[in-house]
């Protein structure tokens, strides 16, 4: 099953937060929200983890799949 796929299952079952955040005094770059996105716009760079936004549908996979919970999704 493609990632897309798992996306397309979760998605309708709940909200999707407005904004998502990626809190670094958590996260120990392990790489897994990375891996999981699937329209692949998280990138981790030379120790730097971000999203573009522009491509982002706030699927919520990456704050689902992080162990140390270093994503927060909110809502406004
Ligand atoms: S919420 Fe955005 S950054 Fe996170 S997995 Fe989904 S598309 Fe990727
Ligand atoms: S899954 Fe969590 S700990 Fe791992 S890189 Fe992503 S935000 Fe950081």
Not at 12 to 18: A, G
Not at 48 to 53: H, P, Q
């Amino acid at each position: 099953m493609s990632k897309l796929d798992v996306a397309s299952r979760i998605e309708p079952k709940r909200k999707k937060p407005d904004n998502i955040e990626i809190l670094p005094e958590i996260c120990d770059l392990c790489g897994a929200c990375v891996a999981v996105c699937p329209p692949n716009v998280m990138s981790l760079i030379q120790n730097d983890l971000s999203i573009d936004f522009n491509g982002c549908t706030y699927c919520s996979l990456c704050i689902d799949i992080c162990p140390l919970r270093a994503i927060k999704g909110s809502f406004n």
